[in-house]
C-alpha cells in the first residue's frame, strides 16, 4: 500500500500518518513479514493517533481481529510480533533529525519524515516482552441494570448482581 492509499483511508496526509507509515514499514522490514491475513502479526501501539490507521492498513492488525492492542503512554512506538516466528520488534519514532523550523510547518514535516534516512528518526530494536496471547471470544451476558448484552469479563458484581461497565460506573457515582 503506498502512502497515498493511506491518504485517501485516513482522509489527510499528516505528520502523524508519515510517523506511522514509517514506522510500521520498519517493523515489518525488519520482521520480514508482509501484511497479517488473520493474527499472524499481533500488535501493540502506545498511542491513538493518526500513524495507527497506517499500521492498521500496512500491517492487517485490527482491534476487530483481536491483534491489535492500544497501550495509552502517549509515546510513538509500535511493538509488532510475528506469530510464525516468535520474533518481536520495537519500534520507536524519536524524530531527532527533524529541524525545528520543520517542525512548525506540518505539509514540511510530513514530507521530511517520508523522506528522512530511517535511522535518523526511528530506533528499532528486539521486542522486550513476550507477545499477548491470542484473541479469545468471549461469551456475552446479559447486564441485570440496562439489559445489554456485554462480554463477561467486561462486568462486575455489584450487590449480587451482574452489571456492565457503564452501568457500573453509574451506580458508584450514585
Known sequence: MTYEELVRFHGHSCPGLAIGYRMTLAALA??????AEEEELVAIVENDACGVDALQCLAGCTFGKGNLRFRDYGKHVYTLYSRA???GVRVLFHGRAVPEEVRQDKARLASFIL????????TVSA??????????IRQSVL?????EPVMDSRTRMIEGRIVCL?????AEVR
Not at 115 to 122: G, L, M, T, V
Not at 166 to 170: D, F, L
Open 127 to 136: 521486542a522486550a516482552r513476550l507477545p499477548p496471547e491470542p484473541a479469545k
Open 30 to 35: 525488519q520482521l520480514r513479514t508482509l501484511r
Open 85 to 87: 516466528s516468535g520474533a
Open 115 to 122: 523522506a528522512a534516512p530511517q535511522e535518523s528518526i526511528i
Open 166 to 170: 457503564p452501568c457500573a460506573e453509574a
Open 143 to 147: 447486564c441485570s441494570s440496562c439489559g
